[in-house]
């Protein structure tokens, strides 16, 4: 396994990590399968992956509920004598927090679940602009001061969902941050913070952990033809998994990309690839081609929707631009789970079912897309209800 430097914090990471929200289960997501995932992560740690992430809400019921996961992980770590040997990354629900007191119970129930006396790696969830107001009203800042000064916490950061303003706001307003997590894989170079993200916290010495590198999986599923045949004109050939993880690898900026395997077979096949991974070890005419696959899956896009987000604030409180987003990309990649998640991940009441179809925007897209008839493809599309977790 190889290691880079997780920013200022100075610890060593494997440059693939355990993202630990898609552990094996039985039917029900909060239905762990201990046998198998005791097997998956074992084998991990003992082939070189010294970082094990997860959250308050992974493997829940529901997207806002507690989650198994730290629990599971506790009693994994403990009785396998691992702890001391993985650096630990959890993360506070933001969409749970109302008050201080709710910041230090629920942190004081993420170290009994997971039987730590501290956390390696404690991150402020999904931060977005309203939950960063949120926090700054609530004095976040002392909150985590407080942990880091106790030795519960060894460096703070925080994963982010946002635009890159947001990522530069969040840093100006505590120095303290060492390391982030944000999503980034080819197709996602500007979405979000994107690739200039990644490269502004490097910049600034902070660790990054990279998420989402194959797009839930859709990268190497299902994939066209046309994009096969593409792929096999590389100077050197690679699989459709290899180009997913070499994209990331290739960039000095990068020091750990979060793989939710679910399988040995994608345990070792991840660490396979990992081990023989380089920086800059893509050909200029390579970095051309992972262009054009690009370009190519975003030709099924539904509609032609850029995000300049002339339509909006919509007075209905619809986030058109992140509806039509998560839509373009279930058909770029013709499958309405992998951007299921990141749908429903939109705020209620933001979603393509609010809208009222009063055409207040209609005049206001500079690509004339029909946005209210648009906004009931994307409603039927995904649906009203997590039918896909």
């Known amino acids: 396994m190889k290691y880079r430097t997780l920013g200022k914090t100075g610890e060593k990471v494997s440059i693939l990590g355990f993202g630990a929200m898609r552990l094996p289960h039985f039917k029900a997501n909060d239905q762990i399968d201990i046998e198998k995932s005791d097997e998956i992560l074992s084998y991990g740690i003992e082939n070189g992956i010294n ?20 629990e599971y992980l506790g009693n994994f770590l403990y009785e396998n004598s691992y702890r001391d040997e993985v650096l630990l990354s959890t993360k506070l629900p933001s969409w749970l927090i109302k008050s201080k007191k709710d910041m230090e119970n629920i942190f004081k129930s993420q170290l009994k ?74 197709l ?36 066209p033809q046309d994009i096969v045949d593409l792929w096999d004109s590389a100077e050197e050939k690679r699989t459709p998994l290899e180009w997913a993880f070499q994209y990331l690898w290739n960039m000095k900026e990068v020091n750990t990309v979060l793989s939710g395997m679910n399988s040995l077979n994608q345990v070792k096949e991840n660490i396979e690839i990992a081990n023989k991974s380089e920086i800059n070890s893509i050909s200029e005419n390579d970095l051309e081609l ?5 370009w190519e899956y975003k030709q099924r896009k539904a509609n032609d929707c850029t995000g300049c987000q002339y339509c909006m604030p919509c007075p209905h409180g619809v986030d058109v631009a992140g509806c039509f987003r998560e839509y373009n ?15 429903f991940s939109l705020e209620s009441g933001t979603r393509a079912d609010s809208c009222l179809h009063c055409d207040d925007c209609l005049y206001h897209c500079p690509q004339m897309i029909h946005i209210s008839e648009d906004l009931k493809k994307v409603e039927e599309f995904f649906g009203k209800k997590y039918t896909y977790f």
């Open 51 to 70: 970082l094990i992430d997860t959250a308050y809400s992974y493997h829940a019921s529901n997207l806002a509920g507690k989650g198994k996961c730290e």
């Open 113 to 186: 679940d997971l039987k730590t006396d501290f956390i390696d790696l404690y991150m402020l969830h999904s931060l977005n602009k309203d939950y960063w107001k949120m926090y700054r009203e609530l004095n976040v800042f002392e909150f985590m001061d407080e942990l880091l000064s106790s030795g519960k916490v060894k460096h703070i950061g925080f994963s982010s969902h946002t635009e890159m303003d947001w990522i530069v706001d969040i840093l100006d307003d505590y120095d303290k941050f060492e390391f982030a997590l944000s999503q980034l894989n080819y």
């Open 188 to 223: 996602d170079e500007r979405y979000q913070s994107g690739r200039e993200g990644v490269e502004y916290l490097s910049s600034n010495n902070l660790g990054t952990m990279i998420m989402e590198p194959l797009r839930g999986g859709r990268l190497v599923q299902n994939i």
């Open 290 to 294: 992972i262009k054009e696959v690009a």
């Open 329 to 343: 990309v279930a058909k770029m990649l013709n499958n309405p789970a992998g951007s299921a998640m990141h749908y």
